[in-house]
């Protein structure tokens, strides 16, 4: 009878305790995401980062410094025309991603309610999107060129003497990155508009607020989180430009971006070894100006905004 | 922007419309509330009374008629120049905010000096009684702590005019209920006018000095809460105010003031309160039935019958085969036979025509 106590209490089958730490059957719809992750990401990732420590026999990295593990870095740091291509980089991508940030705020504040032709002005402003790179350079090259529509009509009506210079430079490529970033930029930002409680400004309204003290103390600061992600996902897509910096920029100097250095190190050189740090380079710059914004947002309220979403 | 002026004498609403694409929400409304007014707008959903609140806090423009405070026409201001304080039906607080800046927040757009703001705030924490919670967030609150956030961030300000849009519906029965009484305490101490939405009669009655019942846009009775209570001015109001037995019957006599119907045993007196054709509703209160033998006495079979603590609430069939609901002291069971009877003068006969109340909203 002694052992009676031990019986009794009752034996929980291993699937519920499992089940208690959240491992059950449905782990294995995280399968295929898995596998993607570590063959699409993380392989071709470590590959590329052990390969950016093995510097290549007779490349200029080695000539120079060695063949230990950080010549390809040294020499990119040390050889401005590499060196430089951040600042190129940076000097188009966050503005564009700025401005795109910033340009989607007030036409998605107007565009949260429900009016008539909403779907159709929506559509307008997302059809960019499924426009590839290369039709937008097309296009822009078109309109905006020396010979386009633009410069014509700016000579026709004597508004300028000769023909402004759009493409084929610095502002060819932001105009290209705004054109393709700003939808995505527009649709989070109205995600994430959409979400705030709109009686929270109506009641704002009760309190005396007038449209911009309750935009300013209301809306702007519920949705600056959202932003905050908004301006991270666009700046990313613009730090990795790269056909429209070869089409529509000048990609010899003015638009020699951080890619196009790469690029030419990988298929031109066939120095796998300087491409893979240029491209680990890349990636440390995106990760510390993302890291800065969402330092930042860390001090936001991020809780509820009352909304449906 | 004039906040100073708080207590205010007169505001009138004059012919007050709103159409929806062709519908009107609210069609005519006339109502004039003296300062210091507990106003209930009443009515099942979809009758307008929001509509009229957000009309008077300037969130909905009118689309006909004139509102007036104290000889300044104010329809056409927009809601933070009336400088009305609301409260909304989901409370609206700004979740990024604590319980002192939210209840702060007119004060800070209104620019009032910061040692004012702070002792005005301070006076109102006190008041609803949240001297604990002044530095969290409305997400750390609960639903009655909220409430009362969003009670005191409306009258803070002391507005001419305070809107409340069903306050307590989201509460639980226990919380509306010490709502309830605390709403009608801080209106007592402030003596602020206010105007309160809501959809139950109950909430209602023991809220305002007057009623508004409204249907489909249109006011079906003014009056204060004993009049609406026990003068229902036709049907719609009767069965809103808790006249749940409607029944129709034929007409077999009509008197000056009183009326006869065919049914219920030997025929039902009531009080006629319209003109009648041949057939009419009598529209009679469950606690108005007294079980025993009286006036207007039918022999009825118990159907089903209610616990409710002090009193049953039955369901009852008589031999005609009308369902009726009574209240009863003594316990019965399904299948008893009883006799009920009801006074003459509790029962209220309207035309057969005349809009019948919806039903029962939760």
């Known amino acids: 009878m002694a052992a009676a106590p031990a019986v009794a209490r009752p034996r929980i089958s291993l699937r519920h305790r ?32 052990q390969l950016s420590f ?110 402004v210079r759009l493409t084929h430079n610095y ?139 | 922007m004039s906040r100073s002026s708080t207590k205010i004498s007169e505001l009138r609403l004059d012919k007050v419309c709103r159409e929806f694409g062709g519908v009107r929400a609210l069609d005519g409304l006339d109502l004039t509330i003296s300062g210091g007014e507990f106003v209930a707008l009443l009515g099942p959903s979809g009758c307008g009374k929001s509509t009229a609140l957000n009309c008077l806090a300037g969130l909905l423009p009118l689309t006909g008629g004139t509102i007036t405070l104290d000889d300044r026409r104010i329809d ?15 409370y609206a607080l700004f979740p990024h905010m604590s319980v002192r800046s939210n209840i702060g927040f007119g004060l800070r757009m209104a620019k009032v000096p910061k040692a004012d703001a702070r002792r005005r705030v301070d006076e109102a924490i006190r008041l ?41 519906s989201n509460l639980d029965a226990k919380l509306r209920l010490e709502m309830r009484t605390e709403i009608k305490r801080i209106h007592q101490t402030l003596g602020l006018t206010t105007i309160y939405v809501t959809h139950d009669q109950e909430e209602a009655l023991s809220l305002a000095d007057r009623l508004v019942l409204l249907r489909q846009g249109r006011v079906q009775q003014i009056g204060s809460p004993e009049e609406v209570y ?27 003031k009183t009326v006869v119907l065919d049914g219920l045993g030997g025929g039902l007196t009531g009080v006629r309160r319209d003109d ?15 079980v025993g033998d009286g006036p207007n006495a039918t022999e009825v079979t118990v159907e089903v019958v209610e616990y409710q603590g002090r009193e049953q609430a039955i369901q009852a069939r008589t031999d005609d085969g009308v369902d009726l609901h009574l209240r009863a002291d003594a316990r019965l069971a399904p299948g008893d036979r009883v006799t009920v009877s009801v006074p003459p003068e509790r029962v209220l006969v309207f035309a057969a025509e005349s809009p019948a109340a919806p039903e029962e909203v939760a």
């Open chain 2, 276 to 290: 009648l054709g041949a057939r009419a509703v009598a529209a009679i209160r469950p606690e108005d039935f007294t």
């Open chain 2, 128 to 168: 609803v009684q949240l001297e604990e919670h002044t530095d969290k967030f409305p997400g750390q609150l609960s639903g009655g702590q909220q409430q009362r956030v969003a009670i005191a961030r409306a009258i803070v300000l002391e507005p001419p005019l305070v809107l409340m849009d069903e306050p307590l």
């Open chain 1, 171 to 309: 502002w060819g490529v932001v105009f290209s990155l705004v054109i393709t970033g700003f939808p995505f930029a527009f649709l989070l930002t109205l995600s994430y508009l959409t979400g705030i409680d709109p009686t929270l400004e109506r009641a704002a309204a009760t309190l005396g607020a007038g449209w911009w003290q309750r935009f300013r103390h209301i809306t702007l600061p519920l949705l600056a989180p959202g932003l905050a992600i908004t301006f991270c996902l666009s700046f990313v897509l613009a730090f990795s430009v790269f056909p429209s910096a070869i089409m529509v920029g000048e990609p010899a100097r003015q638009t020699r971006v951080i890619s196009i250095a790469a690029f030419h190190a990988a298929f031109e050189q066939y120095d796998y070894s300087m491409a893979s740090a240029i491209a680990m380079i890349m990636g440390a710059v995106e990760l510390i100006v993302i890291g800065l914004v969402l330092g930042w947002r860390a001090r936001l309220y991020k809780g509820a905004t009352g909304g449906k979403g």
């Open chain 1, 18 to 49: 499992l089940a208690e730490r959240g491992v059950d059957r449905t782990l294995l719809l995280l399968l295929p995401a898995v596998v993607f992750v570590v063959a699409l990401f993380i392989y071709p990732f470590v590959y590329g980062l």
């Open chain 1, 54 to 163: 093995q510097p290549q026999a007779g490349s200029d990295a080695a000539n120079k410094y060695g063949t230990g593990p950080f010549a390809d870095y040294r020499l990119f740091f040390s050889d401005p025309y590499l060196r430089n291509t951040i600042w190129t980089t940076l000097k188009i991508g966050l503005p564009a991603a700025l401005f795109n940030v910033l340009a989607s705020v007030p036409i998605a504040y107007r565009m949260r309610g429900r009016f008539r032709g909403k779907r159709a002005v929506t559509t307008i402003l997302v059809v960019p999107i499924t426009l590839g790179t290369v039709l937008t350079a097309e296009g822009l090259l078109a309109f905006m060129g020396p010979t386009g529509w633009l410069n014509r009509i700016l000579l026709d009506l004597g508004i300028v003497d000769h023909p």
């Open chain 2, 230 to 256: 026990t003068e229902p001015a036709n049907r719609f109001v009767a069965g809103f105010m808790g006249y749940r037995n409607e029944l129709g019957l034929p007409v077999s006599q009509v008197n000056e």
């Open chain 2, 76 to 90: 056409g201001l927009q809601p933070e120049q009336r400088g009305f304080g609301m409260v909304f039906q989901n």
